[in-house]
């Protein structure tokens, strides 16, 4: 167990180490060679500081300086920027910090795709909220290969096949022979998701393809395991930041 005094003494290394360093933002080129991870930092009101080359990509743009100096209203289409920019601005206001959102994005080819979102306050000396840092990860795809996969892959299987019905934790686990513990730290060290994001991904997944056709949205929400279209809309728009049919629209069905 460390003492407080060596806990003390490696404090004050980390600060004597940040108190030589000429660039704070020397992370950039490191996030700069990462094609799976977004990163950005922005200033009090929400406009981006420092953005790495991904980000520039994902919003079609050539090169950073299209991006700095703006807000995400700036930038996304709308309701996608007003939403972002309103996440921004509850964490700049020590309200909320963004701790691994499963969010689906719309990229510039409105293919979509899943991340995982993360924001926190960047805070000066004294603790006052200067702006904030935040990354957001794509999720890859299911990895089969993973040596623990097959412990869970039982769980996967009923989630796939049952995501129209109502699926509980309990459930789960009693699958895959696991207690709820277990099969909760299985799924996020193999997909880096809780079993809930999971079952929820799947079944947007599936209604992001069904909002494609000419079904109707309540017809959509039954489907995709949802008791009414309302509870359908909100878990939609939570997570995707429009509704299905706003959705539908963007994809000129």
Known sequence: ??????????????????????????AETLFDTLSDVVFFVKDSIGRYVVVNDTLVRRCGLK?????????????FSQPFGQRYLAQDLEVLAGRSE?????????????DPGWCLTRKTALRS???EI???????????MEDKKNPAYHKVAAAVSLIHER??????????????NMSVAQIERYFLRIFHLTPRQFIIKTRLDAASRLLASKASVADIAQACGYADHSAFTRQFRATVGVTPSQYRAMLGV
């Open 125 to 127: 000396k004294s603790g």
């Open 63 to 75: 090169d950073k300086a299209a991006l700095i100096g703006r807000t995400p209203a700036e930038v």
């Open 163 to 176: 995501y129209d019905q109502p699926l509980n934790l309990t459930d789960l686990a009693q699958t895959a």
């Open 130 to 140: 200067v702006g904030l840092a935040g990354i957001s990860r794509d999720l890859a």
């Open 1 to 26: 167990m460390k003492s407080a005094g060596e806990a003390a003494q490696k404090n004050d290394a980390r600060m004597a180490l940040g108190g030589t360093i000429g660039d704070v933002f020397f």
């Open 98 to 110: 963004i701790d691994d959102q499963l969010e689906l994005h719309l990229y510039p080819n409105r």
